[in-house]
């Protein structure tokens, strides 16, 4: 048996009915987690979406292959965000 964990998304309102499925704390992740002894499928309504890890994990790829030799690239989180450039501003 291998000690393979699947962490799962688990609201604070709904970690007793976690639990009584069989998902453990991990305190060190401060995360629930699935152990490898149980079948993944009773916990699909927490699993992190896969499409959110793909995306993220291609963000890291472009922010990490960024070789302009002008840092890292960022990404804003405010949907009004108009990016400035310093030579003119958007405003006018």
């Known amino acids: 048996m291998s000690d393979s964990k699947t962490y799962l998304t688990v609201p604070y ?3 007793d009915e976690a639990k009584s499925l069989g998902a453990r704390w991990d305190p060190a992740n401060k995360k ?3 152990p490898s002894n149980i079948d993944i499928n009773l916990f699909s309504a927490w699993l992190p979406s896969v499409t959110n890890n793909a995306n993220c994990t291609a963000n890291k790829l472009k922010a990490s292959s960024n070789d302009s030799g ?3 690239v960022t990404y804003p989180t405010d949907k009004g965000f108009i990016a400035y450039s310093g030579e003119a501003p958007p405003w006018n």
Do not use: L, R
Request: proline share 0%; no cysteine.
């Open 70 to 72: 002008q840092g890292a």
């Open 32 to 34: 629930w987690y699935v």
């Open 13 to 15: 309102a709904q970690k």
